[in-house]
């Protein structure tokens, strides 16, 4: 016998229709925050579920190779501010013309401003030199780390708390200000705090800087490059 919920549906048919259109409205309203972010400390139980919710990710091999750094001291946030402003002023050269002014203008971190930064790390070595599954594309930890941000921003999203992934540092000057080892992969520092309203699109969509590729355009089918059945 199939187990059943207590709504009568089995474990293995799928959620109800409220359940989905919540499961999609999350999907489809996660944005990354910037500088809406409001200095309230998370409450702690929320802390936990977004992490046990990036802990339940899968993993290759069942590996778990992420670590979470949480921090907290304004010290310390401020040092990574200052990495970050230091990458970003050379991506800023980059750009050229006007393209360059209007990257300037993006407000792309909010490492201060949030009262919560998450270091997401990934360890190559926690399952050995041999991991069922990663034999063949050793990068397949790091995916699966990725899989971890993803579930805690989606976690996020439906707790009402706002994630910016902030991507613009060198990984040593972050590995050097949080005593990282040199074999611990950096993969994401996320900013995290309540805010006080999200976006109706993408930043950078609402700013004409990219729009979402029509999704037709991105499924072959068979092979690369076929767009029939």
């Not at 990354?32 to 339940?56: I, K």
Request: charged letters at 25%.
């Amino acid at each position: 016998m199939r187990p059943f919920d207590e709504d009568g549906l089995s474990a293995a048919s799928g959620f109800s229709m409220a359940e989905r259109e919540a499961v999609y409205h999350a999907i489809m309203t996660r944005r990354d925050v910037r500088s809406q972010f409001q200095p309230d400390p998370l409450p702690e139980d929320v802390v936990e579920r977004l992490l046990t919710a990036a802990h339940h990710a899968p993993s290759v091999g069942f590996m778990q190779p992420w670590n979470f750094i949480m921090v907290r001291s304004a010290e310390v946030r401020a040092r990574v501010r200052d990495a970050f402003m230091k990458a970003n002023e050379e991506a800023a050269l980059l750009f050229e013309g006007e393209r360059r002014q209007a990257y300037r203008a993006l407000k792309l971190e909010g490492i201060v401003e949030a009262p919560l930064g998450i270091c997401v790390t990934c360890d190559p070595t926690r399952s050995g030199s041999v991991v069922l599954g990663r034999t063949h594309n050793p990068r397949m930890d790091s995916y699966s780390t990725v899989c971890a941000v993803q579930n805690l921003w989606l976690a996020a999203r439906a707790e009402g708390v706002g994630i910016g992934w902030v991507s613009i540092f060198h990984e040593d000057d972050l590995k050097a200000i949080l005593g990282i080892p040199d074999h611990i992969e950096v993969v994401a520092w996320l900013c995290a705090g309540f805010v006080e309203r999200l976006y109706d699109e993408p930043e950078l969509a609402a700013k004409g800087w990219r729009q979402r590729l029509p999704l037709e355009e991105l499924v072959f089918h068979d092979g690369w490059g076929r767009r029939e059945r």
